[in-house]
């Protein structure tokens, strides 16, 4: 279970352009529970990420994974127990190594190599059938280098390489994003499967509204850091595209746009 309680996040604070983004913020995230989130652009949905991630800090409030404190923790340590896909493929995968290479950095996350090899190779079979997986062909090109994949091998490679160690949390962060659509509904239908084998906490920001109506457990819309929109269960069924266009227009009128 994920719990952030009076959350308050500045941004700029002292200056003339000091804005409270976040103010005494509420989330909890039930295990097993993926949520997708929307809303526009500044409502605060990839800083929420970046705050449960530990990548910017928050200036009140409290975080909870699994029941312990983790408010002050260091993102690195987080990044232990928390596996995240960026929006950028090229920012989940080193493009300099090899597909082995990436895949062995991948299963050794949180551990110490000492003067021991990088790549056991008594994992390879491992990683070849983890690969044959995806269905992209990449288990028979372990020896190519990440960098003269497609956007997609990346993104699934990313994908497969933040689930391959126990995590307690999985983030997504407009990972279709860059893809053209054929090859994000391909990830789409990975990430689902993934989640459901792997039984994973998943929390994915998209600004796809048919991913956020068909996948998940639980819809979110934000705007203005606040939740205003919060559907789970048979009530998120119900929800459909028009539902969530009509009120990101109720919002638009609002804000005189």
């Known amino acids: 279970m994920l719990e952030l ?28 529970e ?6 526009s652009n500044g409502s605060g949905k990839t800083s929420l990420l970046n705050i449960i991630c530990g990548s910017i800090p928050v200036e009140a409030g409290t975080i909870k994974l699994e029941g312990k404190d983790i408010t002050r923790e260091k993102e690195f340590k987080r990044n232990r127990r928390i596996g995240r896909v960026h929006q950028n493929p090229a920012m989940g995968t080193c493009p300099n190594m090899t597909i082995l290479e990436n895949m062995s950095l991948a299963d050794n996350k949180g551990k110490f190599f000492g003067l021991s ?57 407009e990972h279709t994003a860059a893809l053209d659509p054929k090859t994000a509904d391909l990830i789409m239908e990975l990430t689902d499967k993934i989640v459901r084998e792997k039984q994973l906490t998943t929390i994915m920001v998209t ?51």
């Open 207 to 257: 600004h796809n509204l048919r991913y956020a109506v068909e996948y998940g457990t639980r819809l979110m819309m934000m705007h203005q850091g606040e939740c205003i929109l919060d559907k789970k269960g048979k009530e998120k069924e119900e929800v459909s595209v028009d539902t969530i266009l009509s009120l990101f227009n109720e919002i638009s009128i609002e804000c005189g746009n």
């Open 5 to 32: 309680k009076g959350i308050h996040k500045y941004y700029n604070p002292g200056t003339v352009n000091e804005m409270c983004l976040f103010d005494n913020f509420d989330l909890s995230v039930q295990k097993g």
């Open 117 to 173: 090899r990088g790549t056991n190779k008594t994992r390879i079979d491992a990683y070849k059938e983890s690969l044959r997986q995806l269905g992209l062909g990449l288990e028979d090109k372990l020896n190519v280098k990440v960098g003269s994949l497609s956007g997609g091998q990346r993104q699934a490679m990313a994908l497969l390489m933040s689930t391959m160690t126990p995590i307690d949390f999985l983030i997504l962060d």
């Open 34 to 39: 993926f949520i997708s989130i929307v809303g």
